[in-house]
């Protein structure tokens, strides 16, 4: 594998990494010296290199920091990819190997200077083949004038900002649109020698903000400027018009926001835009018999706004409804359908959660149908989900059960039904913040179609969308007004849109959150190779898939049980370089034991991969290790049984020399289910170490486990 060069962000890394500067340390944990790694840092940002000096082929890193510490970005080499799991453990893989006497680099940016990191290589069957700890060498110490970084700090000779409107008034409102900043870098925003703004950039550097012109400022030539901590800027010069007082009442025209299609009692109905200068609005709102059931009349404003909010009345009569705006000889009319109230009902048991509870909602649904229920975490991955047929009671539980190790933030439950949808928010370790989120319609359009999109926030809230496209390039950009209800259904339309993966981004101050969708992909023709990172999963794994095929090209994913049932199908495709990564396979709680399928379509071609899922759901108590995470230097394993007998488990933890290092004393749940978390005491000596239960029937169950 030939090692590939990092962008500019890097270059003085690399550079200064040429003049070996780079060091060695070796873990006294490691097993064997198959693997060097090196660690070049300059301020907050790290290079590490592995050379396999072995004989095994590696086919995944993964890298983790002590406490009070964290990964604010990370860049791999092309072919690689890279995800961050909740635990804060960054996890690399790739299709391709790093085969003896190759090398691979992979950059780092944390939110502290100088970090030791901690390091792990595994072989494709998912073996350990060494762990260690690298120690950085400060660039800034060996080379105390080296060549400025145009990466360093927030602008870049790349960074270019601009303005909507780009002729914009005294006193008038301005968006300010940023690309190829430094990532997650505070700029300032300044009219002449006057602040206004304060912001960061998001990891990908780029950052939308909206601010003010201050009436005092003259209607003259200016100067807009963006700065960086190390006084950087980038300048744009313009001049001010005169203010509002020269808009004319004849260039603004009659126009609506977005209308939701229905509402429900007791709801507000809050309906805005724009207007000529002073004129009158008046909202008709007439019932099927061309009746008009209430009306009113509200003024614009002196810059052309209007508002209009009006309850739904409980006594109001179901069904379709005409709004009716006029102003002038202008009119514009839409239909609104009042329902009798949300047919989903979701919440969780308390808003505010503590590590190691488990989150629970309760909630009604559409009686006799299927449910659907997707839980986010706070970076908006899918950690668990379910389908639940629902009785003549519609009611229904979901849990989500944490560890004292599980991220912190704000979970999102999603309940869909047919073509309703809900979401309840649960903090846990901290109040539930707004939480905003985009989902498509569909993975793939023509470029004659319009893509929708629902997207959800906070009731009434303005966001701000950009869509950018396969050169990771902004596209087009939009505001998005959100209705009484947490959401709206936005279309985009893809005429002149060329074939590729783009993303759509909405955001809100420091908020947000994105969607990838595809214009124009096919099936391929060429030949598919799909993979697992592991061989054997338990119930509840999260599964990553990898694979590769022709480039550009879409793929159908499908998990098959034992049994030959599909369980779960999703829609995917590979990118420009021809690599495919999916993570959003989970495999059940309830999994049935034995060799379940992934099969990969893409036309009339196909590949499967086989994984196996322990342990055996038959007669008998049973256990196993379902998760490893760490937390302030310590270690904490999850171990996972089912069908207990009796209430009351006993935990072993027994030694390589088969001493018992600890025991532990537990209830089950009345199903014979049970999780309890084991936190490593300090200075356990690395080994294979076995955990055995035993119920209060003196049934036994053990598994092993690694301690590094």
Do not use: C
Not at 2 to 10: A, G, Q
Not at 171 to 191: A, C, D, H, K, W
Not at 524 to 542: N, Q
Not at 577 to 593: H, W
Request: proline share 5%; net charge negative; hydrophobic share 35%.
């Amino acid at each position: 594998m030939k090692t590939l060069s990092f962008n500019r962000l890097f270059l003085i890394l690399l550079i200064s990494a040429s003049f070996s500067l780079g060091i060695f340390f070796s873990d006294s944990f490691a097993q064997t010296e198959l693997i060097d790694a090196k660690s070049t840092a300059f301020e907050k940002t790290t290079i590490l290199e592995f050379t396999n000096e072995g004989n095994t082929e590696i086919a995944m890193f993964r890298i983790w920091l002590g406490s009070d510490i964290d990964f604010k970005s990370f860049k791999t080499e092309e072919g690689w990819v890279g995800k961050k799991t909740p635990q804060g453990v960054i996890v690399f893989t790739s299709s391709e190997t790093i085969r003896p006497g190759e090398s691979i680099k992979f950059g780092v940016k944390t939110d502290k200077t100088k970090p030791g990191i901690n390091w792990k290589a595994l072989d494709k069957d998912d073996n350990q083949l060494k762990i260690g700890k690298v120690l950085p060498t400060d660039l800034s110490e060996q080379a105390p004038e080296p060549p400025k970084s145009e990466s360093e700090g927030g602008i870049l000779s790349s960074s270019v900002f601009r303005l909507i409107p780009e002729k914009p008034n005294v006193g008038s409102t301005i968006r300010v649109i940023g690309n190829n900043f430094g990532p997650t870098e505070e700029l300032e925003f300044f009219i002449d020698k006057q602040k206004l703004e304060t912001f960061e950039t998001d990891e990908n550097g780029k950052f939308v903000i909206t601010t003010k012109i201050p009436s005092t400022v003259s209607a003259d030539r200016v100067d807009f400027i963006i700065k960086d901590s190390t006084g950087n800027q980038k300048d744009v010069s313009l001049r001010l018009g005169e203010g509002e007082e020269v808009l004319k009442a004849e260039d603004i025209k009659l126009t609506t926001r977005e209308i939701p299609s229905s509402v429900y009692r007791g709801e507000d109905i809050k309906i805005t835009g724009t207007a000529p200068l002073g004129s009158t609005v008046t909202i008709n709102i007439k019932d099927q018999n061309d009746k008009i059931v209430t009306t009113n009349v509200v003024e614009a404003n002196q810059r052309g706004e209007w508002s209009y909010t009006k309850t739904v009345g409980m006594d109001l009569d179901l069904g379709k409804y005409v709004l009716e705006i006029i102003s002038k000889k202008d009119k514009i009319t839409k239909t609104l359908e009042i329902e009798t109230s949300k047919n989903i009902q979701v919440s969780p048991i308390r808003i505010k959660f503590t590590p190691g509870d488990t989150i629970k909602f309760n909630g009604t649904g559409i009686p006799n149908q299927q449910i659907e229920l997707i839980l986010e975490d706070p970076q908006g991955n899918e950690v668990s989900s379910n389908v639940l047929d629902l009785d003549e009671s519609g009611k229904f539980e979901f849990e989500y059960p944490t560890i004292v190790s599980t991220t912190e933030g704000t979970y999102a439950l999603f309940a869909i039904q047919g073509n309703e949808e809900t979401v309840a928010l649960a903090g846990l370790g901290q109040l539930p913040a707004e939480h905003m989120t985009i989902r498509m319609n569909k993975l793939n359009y023509d470029s004659n179609e319009n893509a929708t999109m629902r997207i959800h926030g906070p009731a009434s809230s303005t966001l701000n969308l950009i869509i950018t496209d396969p050169s990771n390039k902004e596209k087009e950009t939009d505001v998005i007004q959100l209705g009484p209800q947490g959401w709206s259904d936005y279309e985009l339309s893809l005429s002149g849109y060329s074939s590729g993966a783009y993303s759509a981004v909405v955001t809100r101050g420091g908020s947000q959150a994105s969607e990838t969708f595809t214009v124009g992909l096919q099936t391929g023709s060429g030949d598919i190779k799909i993979r697992t990172t592991k061989e054997e999963y338990k119930p509840s794994d999260p599964i990553l898939v990898l694979g590769t095929s022709n480039k550009n090209v879409l793929l159908t994913l499908m998990l098959i049980d034992p049994d030959g049932e599909q369980i779960q199908q999703r829609e995917t495709f590979t990118n420009k370089e021809g690599i495919l990564s999916e993570d959003n396979f989970r495999v059940p709680t309830n999994a049935k034991p034995g060799t379940w399928t992934v099969r990969a379509e893409s036309g009339a071609n196909y590949a499967t991969t086989e994984f196996s899922v322990n342990p055996s759901q038959e007669e008998g108590v049973t256990v196993w290790i379902a998760d490893t995470s760490h937390s302030d230097g310590n270690t904490f394993f999850t171990f996972q049984g089912v069908n207990a007998e009796g209430r009351t488990i006993v935990l072993t933890i027994i030694s390589p020399q088969e001493e018992v290092v600890d025991e532990l004393s537990f209830p089950s749940k009345e199903n014979g289910d049970f999780r309890v978390v084991w936190m490593v005491p300090p200075e356990t000596p690395s080994g294979t170490y076995k955990v055995m239960v035993e119920d209060a029937q003196k049934n036994t169950a053990e598994d092993t486990f690694e301690i590094s």
